[in-house]
């Protein structure tokens, strides 16, 4: 079921309704997933990198909020700015279980659910900042570009994260500071970062220095394969996926 979150054609999402038997909470409230797809926030990439996760997910009783976000070929802060409207549209959703609203991202969507869970640290003005809604209960980054400096010097994507920023790390340091999850440790939100032994497009490095820095709130799960297995329910990424979101529903 498409809806919109704003006026642009990329502010919208997809809410899948769980299929079958779903996690209602006392209230009637539905255990809830945001789901934020990667690509290097390139124009080339929409939410429909998601959509077998958000079916598989759905099948197995959670609400999926799957979103689209302006690409970083739009003026700085469209893509944190879109984020962030796009998770607040669950406010006043009634079917939505706040206490049991998990954000998961793949890639460059690994970014944005790291970084939404890092909202309460934002500065006032900051593009995200004072969200109306409680941060997420967990977040789950699949294969995360969780260090927009390293990723810049990497060049990772081409120079995608210097076209995010609008320019090198070192040229816009205002908006490094608060784009890069690395920066706006600690968050205080559980976090899980699943990341490939074989991947080739974001190196397992980002991951594990992530995870070091954020300490006890964060674990790393190492899984086979490479960068996309995470799109495929069938994997063992998918799988650990599963099992990550399932705390939540324990």
Known sequence: MRGSYGAHPRQVGDLWLPDGPADRATDGRLATVVLVHGGFWRDDYDLTLQDAVALDLAERGWLVWNVDYRPSSEP???????????????????RVDLRRLAVVG????????????????????APGAAPPLPLPALVVAQAPVADLAAAA????????????????????????????????????????????EGDDRVPLALSEA???????????????????????????????LRTALEELRR
């Open 76 to 94: 700085w802060p469209a893509t944190l700015a879109d984020v962030a409207a796009a998770y607040d549209h669950l406010r006043g959703d009634d």
């Open 106 to 125: 793949h890639s460059a969507g690994g970014h944005l659910a790291l970084w939404l869970a890092s909202r309460g640290r934002l500065p006032a003005g």
């Open 153 to 196: 010097c990497l060049r990772l994507g081409s120079g995608a994260a210097q076209a995010l920023l609008g320019g090198e790390p070192a040229e816009v340091p205002g908006r490094l500071a608060v784009a890069d999850p690395l920066a706006l440790l600690p968050t205080g939100v559980p976090t899980v970062c699943l990341h490939a």
């Open 210 to 240: 992530y995870v070091t820095a954020a300490g006890q709130a964060a674990r790393l799960v190492r899984v086979p394969g490479g960068h996309f297995e995470h799109l495929d329910p069938a994997s063992q990424a998918v799988r650990a």
